[in-house]
T-cell receptor, first 113, second 116 residues
């Protein structure tokens, strides 16, 4: 199993550009989520999905969209990048909403200039 | 409002010493308290976890102590090693029905450095 994979690993955007961060898992997990990690701020939930076709907002959803058309994939879209979105983004998955162990991907480091 | 407060922000420990990281939570509707370990350039990985009906859980050199009445829990790393140098996050999982069910709330992290 590859686990949770994310692409790209690094990305530089100009203000106003849009892009999609890709996330995929091969563990047949129902629950997937996106976090951003900023220095001194911990991991903050952006959006999450409890299954294909179902998504919901987390703590910091503004400026981001998600969709979940398949169990495996959970892309995160930045609509119009802003410098405040410079961060490290982690995708994570777990078997179900009440499952204990959550698996994280390796992260995408995004810089918006 | 921060649901889980973690301290200290950074910690330097001599090899062989004990590392202690503390967390406190506000909401009583949490049903699971995991700790994650993150090495530079990697994603966090589950280290150890505890349920609120247990006061202590030990796995090797890592121990969680849980005080339900004080709404506090802590991670103790015995015989700390340079390989333990990492960022540690505590978390609490929401138990209320609704959108917070199953959501993990993370502390802000503690950067641990163990000197050889």
């Amino acid at each position: 199993n590859a686990g949770v994979t994310q692409t790209p690993k690094f990305q530089v955007l100009k203000t106003g550009q849009s892009m999609t961060l890709q996330c995929a898992q091969d563990m047949n997990h129902e629950y997937m989520s996106w976090y951003r990690q900023d220095p001194g701020m911990g991991l903050r939930l952006i959006h999450y999905s409890v299954g294909a076709g179902i998504t919901d907002q987390g703590e910091v959803p503004n400026g981001y969209n998600v969709s979940r058309s398949t169990t495996e994939d959970f892309p995160l879209r930045l609509l119009s990048a802003a410098p405040s979105q410079t961060s490290v983004y982690f995708c994570a998955s777990r078997r179900a909403r009440r499952s204990y162990e959550q698996y994280f991907g390796p992260g995408t480091r995004l810089t918006v200039t | 409002q921060q649901q889980v407060k973690q301290s200290p922000q950074s910690l330097i420990v001599q090899k062989g010493g004990i590392s202690i990281i503390n967390c406190a939570y506000e909401n009583t509707a949490f049903d699971y308290f995991p700790w994650y370990q993150q090495f530079p350039g990697k994603g966090p990985a589950l280290l150890i976890a505890i349920r609120p009906d247990v006061s202590e859980k030990k796995e090797g050199r890592f121990t969680i102590s849980f005080n339900k009445s004080a709404k506090q829990f802590s991670l103790h790393i015995m015989d700390s090693q340079p390989g333990d140098s990492a960022t540690y996050f505590c978390a609490a999982r929401g138990a209320d029905r609704g959108s917070t069910l199953g959501r993990l709330y993370f502390g802000r992290g503690t950067q641990l450095t163990v000197w050889p």
